[in-house]
């Protein structure tokens, strides 16, 4: 019956339902596409996604060539897809295939210039890292509904995740610290740890050296850890993984992943309802560090940011603290809480 229905609406001249199909793409395009796909071996992924955004283009001069479009055009094509919603991250990647599009075509008929060269995307807002708050990073580490285990991959953990903490590190460079410096003909040390100093010496991005103080907390951590490490180090079987300072359970040098894995359970066995990176932890001692000293530079430094704008972000955080404390403490900011409440009866 129902196909009957179908066939009747047809018969009659009524709309089809059917979605329009997109625009077919133009000789020029075609053979961009398989240039890309059999001299530069860009991947069907890629290619498909090329498809896609050259279509976008012709969607918004539909009948044109598009061998033909000036960069007024082009720029107002462009416009249009952000005002229909496109998000700035998706805008990007499609004029990036305008402008590589446009490039080969100015090359081959020798075009003065490419139209879509200028074209810029809405700039991509810079997401705020996911920092733990105070008490969350206590639960964390204090653990109280699950106090830690006397063995040593225990107290491995435990020490990883309070340095992670005290210091603000890098995973990468957490997982390349060695016990003190050392230097032989296979292997030379590139950070390590200075307990009679209570620091660290730390070579993070572009070789960049940095000294990095040690809590309190993360001290007797790695105390406790490194009286136990000789069980793991007595399975080590090269000179990289006998100078690491945290070892994986066959005696080598603890891979990042590992890292990974052994903080999400401890988040979970903490009892906390968020997932936990090892990022999270550096982007806690910012934010931390900062909400008391209320020192850029000098988290700038302890971080190892080149530019003082990537640490910049942390007052962000900061400011989203200071709301939070502003709506629990001032007495006229939560007014429409305030005006909803009935009258007690």
Request: proline fraction near 7%; charged fraction near 20%.
């Given at each position: 019956?129902s196909?009957?229905?179908?066939?009747?609406?047809?018969?009659?001249?009524?709309?089809?339902?059917?979605?329009?199909?997109?625009?077919?793409?133009?000789?020029?395009?075609?053979?961009?596409?398989?240039?890309?796909?059999?001299?530069?071996?860009?991947?069907?992924?890629?290619?498909s996604?090329?498809?896609t955004?050259?279509?976008?283009?012709?969607?918004?001069?539909?009948?044109?060539?598009?061998?033909?479009?000036?960069?007024?055009?082009?720029?107002q094509?462009?416009?249009?897809?952000?005002?229909?919603?496109?998000?700035?991250?998706?805008?990007?990647?499609?004029?990036?295939?305008?402008?590589?599009?446009?490039q080969?075509?100015?090359?081959?008929?020798?075009?003065?210039?490419?139209?879509?060269?200028?074209?810029?995307?809405?700039?991509?807002?810079?997401?705020l890292?996911?920092?733990?708050?105070?008490?969350?990073?206590?639960?964390?580490?204090?653990?109280?509904?699950?106090?830690?285990?006397?063995?040593?991959?225990?107290?491995?953990?435990?020490?990883?995740?309070?340095?992670?903490?005290?210091?603000?590190?890098?995973l990468?460079?957490?997982?390349?610290?060695?016990?003190?410096?050392?230097?032989?003909?296979?292997?030379?040390?590139?950070?390590?740890?200075?307990?009679?100093?209570?620091?660290?010496?730390?070579?993070?991005?572009?070789?960049?050296?940095?000294?990095?103080?040690?809590?309190?907390?993360?001290?007797?951590?790695?105390?406790?850890?490194?009286?136990?490490?000789?069980?793991?180090?007595?399975?080590?079987?090269?000179?990289?993984?006998?100078?690491?300072?945290?070892?994986?359970?066959?005696g080598?040098?603890?891979?990042?992943?590992?890292?990974?894995?052994?903080?999400?359970?401890?988040?979970?066995?903490?009892?906390?309802?968020?997932?936990?990176?090892?990022?999270?932890?550096?982007?806690?001692?910012?934010?931390?560090?900062?909400?008391?000293?209320?020192?850029?530079?000098?988290?700038?430094?302890?971080?190892?940011?080149?530019?003082?704008?990537?640490?910049?972000?942390?007052?962000?955080?900061?400011?989203?603290?200071?709301?939070?404390?502003?709506?629990?403490?001032?007495?006229?900011?939560?007014?429409?809480?305030?005006?909803?409440?009935?009258?007690?009866?």
């Open positions: 019956m196909g009957l229905k179908k066939q009747d609406r047809s018969l009659s001249g009524e709309p089809s339902e059917q979605p329009a199909a997109p625009p077919a793409l133009s000789p020029a395009m075609q053979r961009w596409l398989h240039q890309l796909s059999h001299e530069k071996r860009y991947s069907e992924h890629t290619l996604a090329y498809r955004d050259l279509r976008h283009l012709l969607a918004q001069h539909p009948g044109i060539d598009p061998d033909t479009l000036n960069q007024t055009q082009l720029r094509a462009a416009a249009r897809l952000h005002a229909q919603g496109m998000a700035p991250r998706s805008l990007a990647r499609i004029l990036a295939a305008w402008r590589g599009y446009y080969s075509r100015t090359k081959e008929l020798g075009w003065p210039l490419n139209p879509a060269a200028s074209l810029k995307a809405p700039k991509i807002g810079r997401p890292p996911k920092a733990l708050s105070v008490d969350q990073t206590q639960q964390l580490l204090d653990r109280p509904s699950a106090p830690i285990q006397d063995d040593p991959v225990s107290w491995r953990n435990q020490a990883m995740f309070e340095l992670f903490y005290s210091s603000g590190l890098r990468s460079e957490l997982v390349s610290l060695d016990t003190h410096y050392h230097q032989d003909s296979q292997y030379q040390s590139k950070s390590w740890l200075l307990m009679d100093d209570r620091e660290l010496l730390v070579s993070g991005k572009g070789g960049k050296v940095r000294r990095l103080p040690i809590g309190e907390k993360a001290l007797n951590a790695l105390q406790q850890w490194l009286a136990k490490r000789t069980a793991l180090a007595s399975l080590a079987i090269s000179a990289d993984a006998s100078a690491a300072l945290f070892l994986g359970a066959r080598a040098r603890i891979h990042p992943r590992v890292v990974q894995q052994e903080l999400e359970n401890y988040a979970r066995a903490s009892g906390l309802p968020v997932h936990v990176h090892p990022h999270s932890l550096r982007h806690s001692f910012a934010s931390h560090l900062l909400q008391s000293a209320q020192d850029l530079r000098a988290v700038q430094e302890l971080l190892g940011h080149t530019n003082i704008s990537t640490t910049q972000i942390y007052t962000r955080l900061d400011f989203q603290h200071l709301a939070q404390a502003y709506d629990q403490a001032h007495p006229r900011a939560q007014r429409k809480n305030r005006a909803s409440d009935k009258p007690d009866e």
